[in-house]
Every structure is written in C-alpha cells, then in structure tokens.
C-alpha cells in the first residue's frame, strides 16, 4: 500500500536539538478499510479504494449500502482510491494501519484548498493595482486595468485573468518530510502545511 487518508487537525511548531523551531502540521489518521479493490480485467486498471470514518446508515444509500456490504464493512463516511501495480496481497475489508509510514520519509499530500468566494484580481492573482495611491488620487486602485483591445479583436481572450471565485480546488504538495508518528494515538506530524480547512480529510501517499 501506497498511501493513507488522513484528517488536518491543525498546525504547530517543534522544536529540534538543535533550537530551531520548525512550523509543522498534524494529521489524525483513521481507521482506513479497503472497501474495494479494482483490477485491469474488470476496471481497466488496478487499485484500492479505501474507506474511514463510519456514516450512519440512514444517511445512505441502498447502492452505496450494498457496495459496503460486499466488503463487509459499515458505511464510510469518506472514499479515496489510491492506484498500486500490484493488487494481490490484498483483502477486502481488511485494516491497513498507520505503520506503512516510517519517521523522515517524504510523501505528498492532497487535498481540496480552502475556499476563499468570489475575489478581485489583486488577491486572486497578484495585480498590483492600477494608478497612484497617494496624492489625492480616486483611481480605482485595485481594477484590473484593460483587459484586451478595443476594435480589434472586440473580445476578451479566454483565459483572461480576472475576477471570479477562487480557491477549493485539488491542490497537492510534494516531499513533505515526516517529523514524528504516534502509533498509539495514530497521528502524522509533517513539516510544513498542507491544503485544505481544519478537519478536512487529507490524500497522503509516500514519495514515487
């Protein structure tokens, strides 16, 4: 197995022997279940899918109840897929813990970035704003500016930075180093931050 899905409990600091204090990110690893394993013969291509965190059946489906059922599982509130060449050391329903990791290694995370509504250009991508912004100017300071040719072509180009909502989107960030595992209380401590809101479930696969 590759990978784990993970919960961001938020961030803190460590500090090392050395006395340097590093900004890190704490991640509360569940229960992850396979719930179903996908071959090139019936799928097209191989991989887990994995399961955490029990919904109420109530809340589910008869579909998505049955696709559990197969796996002889609860309903889960969260699925992630995670592709692996070889598929047949595995079982469905069976636990995969947080010891597939090892303190120092690097993994990437991935996770949906937190969502930031509907924003001008100068936050959504970095314009420095139009015209002075002292000697009594009423510019609208923070305006794109022009945004394409009046005649000719008499449109705006698609892909035209501007205005619109930004954020929430699938962001991943590479080699992330592994500052310390809680076997027992099953968290991940990683260096630096990762995408995403607190309590937000987290994609987490070791370095390819």
Same mark, same amino acid.
């Given at each position: ?65 049955? *696709?559990?059922? /197969?796996?002889?599982?609860?309903? /889960? ?47 959504? *991508? ?6 002075? %912004?002292?000697?009594?100017? *009423? ?20 892909? /035209? ?29 990683? %260096? ?13 696969? %070791? %370095?390819?």
């Amino acid at each position: 197995m590759n990978g784990l899905i993970g919960k961001n409990i938020g961030m803190t600091r460590i500090f090392l022997v050395s006395g340097e204090h590093v900004p890190c990110t704490i991640i509360q690893v569940g229960s992850c279940y396979i719930v179903q394993i996908k071959t090139v013969e019936n799928d097209g291509y191989s991989s887990i899918q994995l399961g955490v965190d029990d919904l109420k059946i109530k809340k589910t489906n008869k579909s998505l109840f049955n *696709h559990f059922k /197969k796996a002889g599982l609860s309903p /889960k509130k969260k699925l992630l897929e995670f592709k692996i060449n070889k598929i047949s050391n595995f079982l469905l329903g069976s636990l995969i813990k947080i010891d597939l990791f090892k303190e120092g290694e690097l993994v990437n995370v991935k996770g949906v970035s937190k969502g930031k509504g509907f924003q001008g250009v100068v936050k959504r *991508h970095n314009f420095s704003g139009v015209g002075e %912004k002292t000697h009594g100017q *009423h510019n609208r300071l923070r305006a794109p500016g022009s945004i394409g040719a009046g005649s000719d072509p008499s449109r705006v180009f698609k892909g /035209k930075k501007m205005a619109g909502r930004m954020g929430k989107k699938n962001v991943t960030i590479k080699n992330l180093k592994i500052l310390k595992i809680d076997i027992n209380y099953n968290i991940i401590i990683l %260096k630096g931050s990762v995408p995403g809101n607190k309590n937000s479930y987290l994609m987490i696969q %070791k %370095k390819e």
